[in-house]
């Protein structure tokens, strides 16, 4: 059955306790998990759901539990009823490459868990996963590791597109990163973009449409994603400064500050885009070609460091 994984951005509310991802790529060797494993699915499956239970609790946000959902569309959500957060290792309409041959039971979903606590890894894998919208001859293989230190990776194994596939119906690649807050829609979501031997990971709310990206992962390609915290474990709930206008166009004005304290803007990334020392009692700070969206504003100082939740909106 054809379904589509359609999102609905919403303006995400301003948490000071937002889980913010840290993203990094590699290469590797693909390792298959031993094919002796049970497959989590029967065969034929296509649009399905299949319960799975971790060993050690998983937090996303809004979310911390050891009972999450395998959505056989490439997610892994907390509730196939009312989603309110999801892991994306490879989101596009997968199915058991069968079904387009008529000899199903080629593609199993395997799992298994390594290493003892508080190291422990839950890892799925997708075997000769093939396309809904897809030719016979296209398949995918690809796992999804899950740490006890609420990390996560994806790695991608062998693969076969043709030339102008429609695999990702009509996009140019899949879906890939962590939907950290789905209560009302997709309201917090950390996705890639641009290319996959290289790609960047975006931070989006309030979007019209999602980010894919431009081509598939290539075998033996690993993401990863690693929680942290904004600029230096600032709380947000520390002494305000004063940044003006907010949201903020072309200029971001920041004031009460003093000659030496050290001024950064941080996106939801983790990424400082903008660093200097103060001269005066005001910081004049140009965001004209910083892309949309939440940033941290961030001074440290002799007295105290404070930081302060700015908006970036063209």
């Given at each position: ?5 359609t999102?609905?951005f ?15 790529h590699?290469s590797?060797?693909?390792t ?7 497959s989590?699915v ?5 649009d ?11 937090t996303l ?8 959902i395998?959505d ?8 196939s ?21 008529g ?6 979903i395997?799992?298994?868990t390594?290493?003892?606590?508080p ?10 996963a ?12 690809f ?14 194994g062998?693969n ?5 596939t429609?695999?990702?119906d009509?996009?140019?690649?899949p ?12 309201d ?6 641009s ?7 975006v ?5 019209a ?5 431009d081509d598939?992962?290539?075998?033996g ?16 709930d520390e002494q305000?400064?004063k ?5 903020a ?13 050290l001024?950064?803007l941080q996106?939801?990334a ?9 001269q ?26 404070t ?5 970036i909106?063209?």
């Amino acid at each position: 059955m054809k379904k589509l994984f359609t999102l609905s951005f919403l303006f995400i509310s301003l948490l000071g306790n937002a889980q913010i991802w840290r993203f990094t790529h590699s290469s590797g060797t693909y390792t298959p998990l031993p094919a002796n494993l049970p497959s989590l699915v029967s065969p034929g499956w296509d649009d399905e759901y299949v319960p799975i239970t971790l060993p050690f609790n998983f937090t996303l946000r809004t979310v911390t539990s050891n009972q999450w959902i395998l959505d056989t569309w490439g997610l892994i959500i907390d509730d196939s009823t009312s989603e309110t957060a999801a892991i994306i290792p490879f989101s596009c309409d997968v199915q058991d490459r069968g079904n387009l041959s008529g000899t199903t039971g080629v593609s199993p979903i395997r799992m298994q868990t390594s290493g003892t606590t508080p190291n422990q890894i839950v890892k799925i894998e997708f075997v000769n996963a093939g396309f809904y919208s897809g030719d016979s001859t296209e398949f995918v293989n690809f796992q999804v590791w899950i740490y006890e230190n609420n990390t996560v990776e994806y790695r991608f194994g062998p693969n076969s597109y043709l030339t102008g596939t429609n695999a990702f119906d009509g996009s140019t690649g899949p879906i890939i990163g962590i939907a950290n807050d789905l209560t009302n829609g997709l309201d917090e979501l950390y996705l890639l973009d641009s290319i996959a031997a290289s790609p960047v990971m975006v931070f989006l709310q309030n979007a019209a449409a999602p980010v894919e990206l431009d081509d598939a992962p290539a075998s033996g390609k690993i993401y990863r994603f690693e929680k942290t915290t904004p600029a230096n474990s600032l709380s947000l709930d520390e002494q305000k400064t004063k940044a003006y206008p907010n949201p903020a166009n072309d200029f971001l004005v920041f004031s009460q500050v003093q000659n030496g304290d050290l001024i950064s803007l941080q996106n939801m990334a983790g990424q400082i885009v903008w660093s200097e020392q103060a001269q005066n009692s005001t910081v004049e700070i140009p965001v004209s070609e910083l892309p949309n969206g939440l940033y941290l504003l961030s001074k440290k100082s002799k007295t105290g460091n404070t930081v302060e939740k700015v908006m970036i909106q063209h």
